[in-house]
């Protein structure tokens, strides 16, 4: 299933230079599954035709107050979320003083659906007192604002006023947009990716994990609403976008970021693959000694669900951990759980070829505080945290 399966999304576009970009948004909703409306402003057709819009969407842009009577009110009504992108200096002014003297405003003014507002405008105008005014009364009408980023500007100038990315502006839809919205006024926190020992300046010791679990449940938890922090280990796999993000690199760094977050955190979901060894690393780079090779001594590093076994009882934070074996994996699986504290843990096989690491797709078993266990048939990395969560919302009656 697609994020936007079933969703009806109306994409509002005002006269920008980066109105041409909003074709990309709007192609970007519907490989996600929606189906978009489109209005077009006066002065968006200037800089994009209502034929491109037409030619992705299939069906006819709206363009004006009068071609269809009441077009103002049904749009809005219809559609499950409003997104303006790009949204000018002009027609957040409009927005914020509830203008209805065009078929964009009036279906703004009009709909009470949830409203997302890309801000695409030359720098100086977005730092205008009357502009950062103007977005602060759409942030207090309960509207997402998203951007602007910074950067060149078409103009030449260079700094805050470019349109966001389609990426961040999908990913803020999917969480106005989320039926399952039921994480609200939660704070979860979510680890994923490996953890590094240094040996010297140069070497460490990792492991192969791409930390895909981890992201795709921190995704999946911000757009349930959640407050998310995500505490990352190092790699390549891109971070989500919307949760915020602390990056480490060592277990000790994991540890240090994991207790400040849990100090007000009521769910943590414990997806890294943290690394069991550490040792002292040389302050100069190893040499080759001879023939002899190398030998490491390595000690046990701190174990984070054991060093926040007790925070976590106190603060009755809902955990969720993985195990990763390779032989008696539900008997490890359930002392894994008892000895670090959670209330569940998923447990997959290290030696199936589409499960755990470095794979896009995963096969767990879910085992709960009882010992009961659920198994979780193979399936993409972004489906199994949205089951995961389902089940920690009915654990924990949400
Ligand atoms: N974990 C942790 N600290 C560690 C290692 C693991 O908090 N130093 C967490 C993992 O994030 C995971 C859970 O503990 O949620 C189980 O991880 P696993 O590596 O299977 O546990 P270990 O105790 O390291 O067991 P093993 O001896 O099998 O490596």
Same mark, same amino acid.
């Given at each position: ?30 490989? $996600?599954? $929606? ?41 809005? @009504? !219809? ?21 209805? @003297?065009?078929? !964009? ?40 604002? %998203? ?24 990913? $803020? ?18 680890? !994923? ?22 992201? !795709? ?55 890294? $693959? %943290? ?124």
């Amino acid at each position: 299933m697609r994020p936007f399966d079933g969703r009806r999304v109306l994409l509002v576009v005002s006269g920008g230079i980066a109105a041409y970009k909003s074709a990309f948004l709007c192609r970007r909703l519907l490989e $996600a599954g $929606a189906s978009a409306d489109v209005i077009l402003t006066e002065s968006a057709e200037r800089f994009i035709g209502a034929v491109t819009f037409e030619g992705i969407t299939g069906r006819p842009v709206h363009r004006n107050l009068w071609d269809t009577p009441m077009a103002h009110l049904e749009l809005g @009504k !219809a559609a499950d979320a409003i997104v303006v992108a790009p949204a000018t200096a002009n027609l957040i002014s409009e927005m914020a003083a509830g203008g209805a @003297k065009d078929l !964009a405003t009036a279906t703004l003014l009009a709909a009470s659906c949830p409203v997302v507002v890309c801000p695409a405008m030359n720098t100086r105008m977005w730092e205008h007192p009357a502009t950062q005014r103007n977005v602060a009364r759409l942030v207090e009408f309960g509207h997402t604002v %998203v951007g602007p980023d910074s950067g060149p500007l078409a103009e030449g100038e260079t700094g805050p006023g470019r349109l966001s990315e389609p990426e961040a502006i999908m990913a $803020a839809m999917g969480r106005v947009i989320e039926p399952n919205a039921r994480f609200g006024g939660l704070k979860i926190v979510a680890t !994923a990716g490996p953890t590094r020992a240094p040996l010297d300046p140069i070497r460490f010791l990792s492991n192969r994990s791409s930390g895909r679990m981890g992201y !795709a449940l921190a995704a999946a938890a911000w757009r349930r609403g959640g407050e998310v922090t995500l505490i990352s280990g190092p790699g390549s796999t891109p971070r989500p976008i919307g949760p915020r993000l602390v990056e480490v690199e060592t277990a000790r760094e994991m540890l240090e970021a994991l207790e400040t977050e849990l100090s007000d955190a009521h769910i943590l979901l414990m997806a890294a $693959a %943290v690394g069991d060894f550490e040792t002292d690393p040389q302050t100069s780079k190893i040499k080759k000694d001879g023939a002899s090779g190398l030998e490491l001594a390595l000690r046990n590093g701190p174990d984070l669900l054991g060093e926040t076994r007790e925070l976590r009882r106190q603060r009755g934070i809902f955990t969720l951990g993985f195990a990763l074996e390779t032989e008696n994996a539900l008997d490890h699986g359930r002392e894994k759980l008892a000895r670090k504290g959670m209330q569940l843990i998923a447990v997959n096989m290290a030696n199936e070829a589409e499960a755990g690491l470095e794979v896009e797709t995963n096969r767990i078993s879910l085992i709960d505080e009882t010992g009961a266990v659920e198994e979780f048939s193979l399936a993409h990395k972004t489906e199994l945290a949205d089951r995961l969560l389902d089940r920690i919302e009915s654990s924990i009656g949400t």
